[in-house]
């Protein structure tokens, strides 16, 4: 349920292992390699750290993170070969959305908070508490996580954080049935957007803008048309994101 282009290899995480009453087609595994351009599969796994898939960031041309119901575990892009657990990322909660700055990869673990990695070492190197539901980066490189009704604004480099009160609406996260969210950042303005919750299970019709620079929200940014009538428009998993070649917003319902 998770997907990402990382150079010229597109990476597919699922929850399960391939399933055996697939007969049409080889079915592929809890972390899928494919060919970015062809989306011909490169390779497979089932095992992936011993946990089911949750998500997948390129850390560089050799390695990449894969984010598991129980932790994070290495894995080498030069050999195609699932790798080890990071210590420190295992126990209880599992690992959400991750992203990597320039010097770290910041990693969401539920009731833990993110980890803090550093890339060059595969250790984590500190830990900022919270009830967070995602990470992303701004264009001007800040880092920011959401809770419930507060945005989170974290140094990446000296890990400070400053805390912003979301007015009226709410953000769930869904760890319950968890997915990659509605939380996303534009790399042609210095803008986040997100969806707000009408609960832990249902996502509202309204979409949230946050100006990164005047520090400002506008929660009646856009609507989500199609409210009246038997048939709504429902945004559904990770139904917000920005096309990174436009900057246009792509919602899903």
């Not at 899928?32 to 089932?46: P, S």
């Not at 957007?193 to 940014?221: C, H, L, P």
């Not at 989500?224 to 990770?238: D, S, V």
Request: charged residues 15%.
């Amino acid at each position: 349920q998770y997907g990402t282009i990382y150079g010229d290899k597109f990476y597919f995480v699922s929850k399960q292992a391939a399933d055996g009453g697939d007969t049409q087609y080889t079915p592929g595994g809890r972390l899928v390699v494919a060919n970015a351009q062809t989306m011909q599969k490169i390779a497979g796994f089932n095992n992936i750290g011993g946990g089911d898939g949750r998500s997948f960031v390129g850390v560089n041309e050799h390695k990449g993170y894969i984010g598991t119901s129980t932790g994070i575990v290495l894995f080498n892009i030069d050999n195609m070969q699932v790798g080890t657990l990071i210590a420190g990322t295992g126990g209880s909660g599992q690992i959400g959305n991750m992203i990597r700055t320039s010097q770290y990869v910041f990693a969401i673990k539920q009731n833990a908070g993110i980890l803090v990695i550093n890339p060059n070492t595969d250790t984590v190197v500190s830990t900022i508490a919270g009830g967070f539901y995602s990470v992303v980066q701004a264009k001007d490189g800040s880092v920011w996580g959401i809770q419930e009704q507060k945005l989170v604004n974290i140094n990446p480099t000296t890990f400070a954080t400053q805390e912003y009160n979301i007015p009226t609406t709410k953000y769930f996260g869904d760890w319950g049935a968890w997915n990659a969210g509605r939380f996303t950042a534009s790399n042609k303005e210095n803008a986040l957007y997100w969806i707000n919750s009408v609960s832990a299970w249902a996502s509202g019709s309204q979409i949230v803008r946050f100006d990164v620079t005047a520090k400002t929200f506008n929660e009646n940014f856009a609507a989500i048309p199609g409210q009246t009538g038997q048939y709504k428009q429902i945004p559904y998993g990770a139904a917000l994101r920005v096309n990174p070649a436009t900057g246009e917003l792509v919602l899903n319902t």
